[in-house]
Each structure stands twice: as structure tokens, then as C-alpha cells.
């Protein structure tokens, strides 16, 4: 299959050439390997081949003597790694030597040392719209953060379409699937993480305990749930399961990379009003959710409350990879009185924007209302203002409201 570039592959240049290695992470399936080797002259798959982890200890000069960058895949499966990847890094002073991919987080280990000043950090996810095709890009994240205008005609997708792309999720594997094949393979997926993936991180086996705890975050997805009450979800018919027992599986989820929340902004309001501080819950791509809970399109289109939340995932995802190039990050806030935003993107140089995500259009005018109350209650002589109010939605055209909020289909939306 030919490759299809990603957002990633920009980021992923830059990295090597500020830095000795670069560690790629992600879910597994998410395109890691695929989009390294694009960058790596040499490779060796750490997870498969045994012989690669045996010279590591005995003759590792067997491994380091080849042409770079060289990709070690799945380095987890040999976290010894880390600490020789660092010393060659030391020892060479050269940057863009390594590659290393993984898909799970090693247990801690207190003989791992640092990989400050010589490691790289890049974290994948599976596609955008953009990136799967299926955006026309028009509309740019960037560009907005520059204070640019923006504008697109109608959207490329309607309703029904991103119900699909919902279910069928961002996994460069299913690009050509159809939903059918998706839901299977998104079934055959969760089936190895539950029984085989969170086991092997060293958690006793308990695939009905870790599927009711799945089955409680997609529906809680966008949502920001009372530990207790995920506690009584995976507990079942029985009592609710101990707090420690939830905490590991949560971190489970973590390791994996299949969590992806939305932690809450931190900012000086103007007023007194208190405000949430626990995470929004989202999955690194909403067809994770879809397929836990057997949702299809059809089922979506059929409970179009239901879908919003869905839609809010995939709308998340997207803002995510888009400005993770900017050096954002996607955060959510909510006050005690009800009043919440979906998304703020947050840059490290301080900018920050605002999104609201509604799968009606009809929807637009109490979503733009809401973001301009919320930046009235910002103490912008300490945030500053926000370069971007936006809302996201699922068909019409792009454009920018005589109150200075963005409206943005989803569909024409890009880095």
C-alpha cells in the first residue's frame, strides 16, 4: 500500500534534527513504524526478533555499527535499550541517530536514566480527517492561531459520512476498509488489549472487569465521570471493585495509549465561580467507544444525542493532531454552575483558543453565545485574549460571525 503522509512526518524531520534520538509513541496500529521508516535507513523490530534483543546484552556494537537513524520498533520489549540509545547518543554527539518506537509505556525502573538533551519526544495517533482524505483542509488550525480569516465553501462530508468515519476511526489499516470490516477489526483489537495487552503489563487477567471498564468510559466519552461511578460500572452485579483495582486499569489505559483525556484548564477567571478540575474522558479515536459499545451509523443516526458526544470525540482527535504541531495541547473547562467548553487549545507560547463541537448546525448560535460568555469570565490582563473562538460542526460552510466566532465543518478543517 502506498504511503500516505502524515502530520507527523514534518514533526518527526524537525526532531531529528534537533536531537541526538526521538521516541515515537502511540496506540498500537496508529502508523508509528510505517511513518519512522520513512526518515530510517535501518531497522530492527525488538518485539519479533530475538536476536536483536540478545545482542543487545552480549555484542550491542552488532546492533550500533549500522547506517542512521537507526529504528528500533517496539523498544519496549528491551527497555535496556534506553540506557545504550543514551550513551551512543553521549559518546557520538551526532544528531538524528535513532529512532525508537513503542506502543505500551515500561514499568518504571529506577536504572533507566534520563533522556534529557537527548531524546526527542513524538506522539501519534491514528489519522485526522485531513490526514485519512477525507477533510479538505481549508480551514487551518495554524492559520487561525495566526489571526488569518478563514473560509471554505461546503463541506465534503454530510451527516451520514462522518457517522461512518465515527466507526471506522483513523487507523491508517482500515483506510480502505468499510465499516463492516472496521467493526471487526476494532472488535479483534480490543479483544487483544483485554486479554492480552493489559496482562502482559503485569495486571491479573480480568477481561470482564476491563471490558465493563471500556464499555463505561464510551459511554461517559466526552464526559467527565465520578471515579465512584466508574467503580460501580466495572464492579458489575457484584460490589463496585476497590479504588486501587480502578486506578491500575485506568493506568493500564494509559500505558497502552488508548486514553486520551482532556485534563482542565487552569487559568484567573474574573469572577468567583469555582470550577472542575477532573479530566474529561475521551479514547485516543472514537471508534474505540463505537466498537465497545457495537454502535454502528445506523445506530448513531438513530440517536442523534447520543452521536454528539461520538462526534465531539472525533472532533477532539482531529484538534489534537492539528495542533500538536503548534505545540498544543487540548484541555477542557467547566465551572460548578454547568457552563463548560469542549476544547481549549492551549500553545506554549501562551495563545490559546477556544472550541465548542456541535453535530447540529442548527446549534451554532447557542454554542458562539457560550464561548463569548466563557471569554468574558477569562482574566485576560493575565491569560490574554483568545486568538481563536470557534465552533465545530458537521456540514454548511466555514466562515467567521459578525461576533468574531469561527464556525468550522469539520470536514474542512486541517493543520
Do not use: C
Amino acid at each position: 500500500m502506498e504511503y500516505r503522509p502524515r502530520i507527523a512526518d514534518d514533526e518527526l524531520i524537525v526532531s531529528l534534527a534537533s536531537a541526538g534520538a526521538v521516541l515515537i509513541d502511540g496506540p498500537k496500529a496508529s502508523g508509528k513504524t510505517t511513518t519512522a521508516l520513512q526518515q530510517a535507513a535501518t531497522q530492527f523490530r525488538l518485539d519479533e526478533d530475538a536476536t536483536a534483543r540478545a545482542a543487545l546484552a552480549s555484542a550491542p556494537e552488532l546492533l550500533f555499527d549500522r547506517p542512521t537513524p537507526i529504528l528500533f520498533d517496539e523498544w519496549q520489549a528491551a527497555p535496556e535499550l534506553w540506557n545504550r540509545v543514551r550513551r551512543q547518543v553521549d559518546d557520538r554527539q551526532q544528531r538524528g541517530l535513532y529512532i525508537l518506537t513503542g506502543s505500551a509505556t515500561p514499568r518504571d525502573d529506577v536504572t533507566r536514566h534520563s533522556g534529557a538533551g537527548r531524546f526527542a519526544s513524538l506522539r501519534m495517533r491514528p489519522m485526522s480527517l485531513y490526514e485519512s482524505g477525507h477533510s479538505s483542509g481549508e480551514v487551518s488550525l495554524s492559520a487561525l492561531f495566526e489571526g488569518e480569516r478563514q473560509s471554505a465553501r461546503t463541506a465534503p462530508m454530510d451527516v451520514p459520512a462522518l457517522m461512518e468515519r465515527i466507526v471506522v476511526g483513523g487507523w491508517p489499516a482500515l483506510l480502505d476498509a468499510d465499516v463492516e470490516q472496521a467493526q471487526r477489526w476494532a472488535i479483534s483489537y480490543l479483544k487483544q488489549i483485554v486479554e492480552v495487552d493489559i496482562p502482559a503489563l503485569g495486571h491479573r487477567r480480568n477481561p470482564g472487569g476491563l471490558t465493563r471498564l471500556l464499555q463505561s468510559l464510551a459511554r461517559h466519552v466526552g464526559q467527565a465521570p465520578k471515579l465512584s461511578n466508574l467503580e460501580r460500572d466495572v464492579g458489575g452485579d457484584a460490589r463496585p471493585v476497590a479504588s486501587e483495582t480502578l486506578t491500575a486499569y485506568l493506568g493500564a489505559l494509559d500505558r497502552l495509549m488508548l486514553a486520551d483525556n482532556s485534563p482542565a484548564w487552569t487559568t484567573h477567571m474574573r469572577s468567583r465561580t469555582r470550577l472542575r478540575a477532573a479530566p474529561v474522558r475521551y479514547f485516543v479515536d472514537p471508534s474505540i467507544a463505537t466498537a465497545v459499545l457495537n454502535l454502528g451509523p445506523r445506530q448513531l443516526l438513530s440517536d442523534l444525542n447520543a452521536a454528539g458526544f461520538h462526534f465531539e470525540a472525533l472532533a477532539i482527535r482531529d484538534l489534537r493532531v492539528y495542533s500538536q504541531p503548534l505545540d498544543g495541547e487540548v484541555l477542557s473547562w467547566r465551572d460548578v454552575n454547568g457552563h463548560e467548553i469542549d476544547a481549549i487549545v492551549s500553545l506554549r507560547s501562551g495563545t490559546w483558543g477556544a472550541f465548542e463541537v456541535k453535530l447540529n448546525p442548527t446549534s451554532v448560535d447557542e454554542a458562539a453565545a457560550s464561548l463569548v460568555r466563557f471569554a468574558d469570565k477569562v482574566d485576560t490582563s493575565t491569560m490574554g485574549n483568545p486568538q481563536v473562538l470557534a465552533v465545530i460542526t458537521s456540514t454548511g460552510f466555514a466562515y467567521r460571525r459578525n461576533d468574531g466566532v469561527h464556525v468550522i465543518p469539520i470536514s474542512t478543517l486541517g493543520p
